[in-house]
């Protein structure tokens, strides 16, 4: 699976943005999918994931009830709807493929990683 993470830019607080990952490769419905995000200086960090289906969701605490993570299996598509931003959300925003569900919060078990994208939030 090739992933491409598009969709970043500059925004003010409070605004909103809606990243995208589009996928290549016919097995993309048989990977969990996740958002990660990665500030200058450190570590990759769990954003929110969805499983295979789209039955499961996760966020961290971080951004829940502001970030909102869908797929469509059918256009081979992830994404990360970005509400009420603020300027600790700037990072590199990386979508990435994981099998099954146990591992999701783990970046280290994740097997396939898009480029990223910059997401910054002016105050």
């Known amino acids: 699976v090739q992933l491409q993470a598009s969709g970043g830019g500059l925004v003010q607080t409070g605004g909103s943005l809606r990243l995208s990952c589009a996928a290549s490769g016919h097995t993309f419905n048989t990977y969990s999918m996740g958002w990660f995000r990665q500030a200058p200086g450190k570590g990759h960090v769990f954003v929110a994931g969805?499983?295979?289906?789209?039955?499961?969701?996760i966020y961290a605490d971080s951004v829940q009830g502001r970030f909102t993570i869908s797929r469509e299996n059918a256009d081979n598509m992830l994404y990360l709807q970005m509400n009420s931003l603020k300027p600790e959300d700037t990072a590199v925003y990386y979508c990435a493929a994981v099998p099954g569900w146990r591992w999701i919060k783990v970046s280290s078990r994740y097997r396939y990683w898009g480029q990223g994208t910059l997401v910054t939030v002016s105050s």
């Open positions: 969805i499983s295979e289906e789209s039955a499961l969701t």
